[in-house]
């Protein structure tokens, strides 16, 4: 049958083996195994005798581990006594978060994810070492997105850490080294920018303008504003509306010669004379 989720399967003691159309003959295995498959392949399971297992299901795995079970439709790992015992205990400790979440319970979740995936990883070679430019940009862009996403709840830097599951310490010295600047300087020039778009864009007040660009108050927007751009954001706004008019006026001069001049290239070819221009 098919599954909504990707399936952790552990068989700790007995002999059993998947089955699936497109599995083939899978043969029987005695020895603890701990499975993983998509939710896309279809499968059951099929036993000899009485067996003790533990089974974990995921929305979702890491890039990793789905590029590498993408390569043979599932994966299966042998399992050490060690594991075994570890793997039983995981299953018990999340029974109850399973049935009755609390707070903790998604980084429960996260942590058993997360060393279920390193038992299928060990033992490969990843020689191909990512370069640290390249994980320190993944986070930082992760941390800017949920950032811009949340800024009306002016998240703190530790909540902005939380995200990508690093210390204060370790996202400040990822963004000096993607932007050369603190995560203070990046922040606040996000907020501006988004201040700025929500002045040339809406007529909201100030007060409202702050808020949703993640200002503790509309003084605290024009402060901030005036000492970036040399001008209260009020003022700024006006220059934004009349530059815009004159746009708008030139625009319109140009709609009504733009006729005229295709007349009087016409009259030219042919020797004639302009109509009145339009009123």
Known sequence: MSRFNWEFYASLKG???????????VPFSSKPTLWVFPPELSHGWETRRSIDRVVFHFSSVSDVLREACSKHGYLSVPLEPDDVVMLRELGKSLKAHY?????????????ALIDLTLLFLRGNDFSAVLPLETVAVDRVE???EWYLSHLHERPTLKALADVVHISTAHLRRQFQLIYGQSPHLV?????LE???????????????VAARSGFNSASDLCRVFKRKFKVYPNEWRTQIAGREK????????????DPMRREL?????RGGKAAPPPV
Do not use: M, Y
């Open 15 to 25: 002999a059993l083996r998947p089955t699936g159309a497109r599995l083939g003959g």
């Open 99 to 111: 049935r009755s979440p609390t707070p903790t319970s998604l980084l429960l979740f996260d942590r």
């Open 142 to 144: 992760r941390v800017i």
């Open 187 to 191: 922040l606040r020039h996000l907020r």
């Open 194 to 208: 988004k201040a700025a778009q929500l002045l040339s864009n809406t007529g909201d007040t100030l007060d409202v």
């Open 246 to 257: 004159k746009n708008q006026k030139v625009e319109r001069f140009i709609d009504r010669i």
């Open 265 to 269: 290239d016409a009259l030219r070819k």
